[in-house]
């Protein structure tokens, strides 16, 4: 059976600090990883990751994928209190499946 | 565009009771997706359609159903509803599949079933 899982559940942190999030998966036919934030309501896309090693960076936040070990982080670098949400690993494979997520709080 | 549109926002059934939750996308995408979203847990795959007329199973299936007979409106459909399906339902739509593209969500549906 397919099965994505996130790491920390949650996390708190000061302002200005860095976190790195992670997410494990098991998965047929691999396609890709995605990320999204989710804050009050229906999640956002961050990043889609197909390739390992590759980078992918958006400001203050950034992706990697190891498909050899099938894990990818998520960065966030400078917190802010606006990064307070929670952050959603999904893979396609036979199908999308997401992963718990990781609720994020950054106090001030 | 308004891109993924879901109503209503939120409804409160009793046991028992049907209903219909309406989802429309204008972004012309192929690809269509209800999820469900449990407090604390991850969406949950319910249904999906890969383009008009066609629609399958995905993890969640049970006691729902769908329809899709325009590109742009994706229904999904409960019969007898039941607390467990006191959820939030999100509909999400992407132009190719997930793997090659990214899905946009409606704001959601908040449901509770008592």
């Known amino acids: 059976e397919d099965k994505v899982v996130q790491s920390p559940l949650s996390l708190v942190v000061h302002e200005g600090d860095t976190v790195t999030l992670n997410c494990s998966y098991e998965?047929?036919?691999?396609?890709?990883l995605l990320w999204y934030k989710q804050e009050k309501k229906a999640p956002t896309f961050l990043f889609m990751l197909t390739s390992s090693g590759i980078e992918k960076k958006s400001g203050r936040l950034s992706s990697i994928l190891d498909k050899k070990e099938l894990f990818s982080i998520l960065n966030i670098t400078a917190t802010q209190t606006g990064d307070s949400a929670v952050y959603l690993c999904a893979v396609d494979g036979n199908k999308l499946v997401f992963g718990a997520g990781t609720i994020l709080r950054v106090k001030s | 565009n308004a891109g993924v549109t879901q109503t209503p926002k939120f409804r409160i059934l009793k046991i028992g009771q049907s209903m219909t939750l309406q989802c429309t996308q204008d972004m012309n995408h192929n690809y269509m997706y209800w999820y469900r979203q449990d407090p604390g847990m991850g969406l949950k795959l319910i249904y999906y359609s890969v383009g008009a007329g066609i629609t399958d199973k995905g993890e969640v299936p049970n006691g729902y159903n769908v329809s899709r007979s325009t590109t742009e409106d994706f229904p999904l459909r409960l019969e007898l509803a039941a607390p467990s399906q006191t959820s939030v339902y999100f509909c999400?739509?992407?132009?190719?599949?997930?793997?090659?593209?990214?899905?946009?969500f409606g704001p959601g549906t908040r449901l509770t079933v008592l």
């Open positions: 998965v047929t036919n691999f396609r890709s």
């Open positions: 999400a739509s992407s132009k190719t599949s997930g793997g090659a593209g990214s899905q946009y």
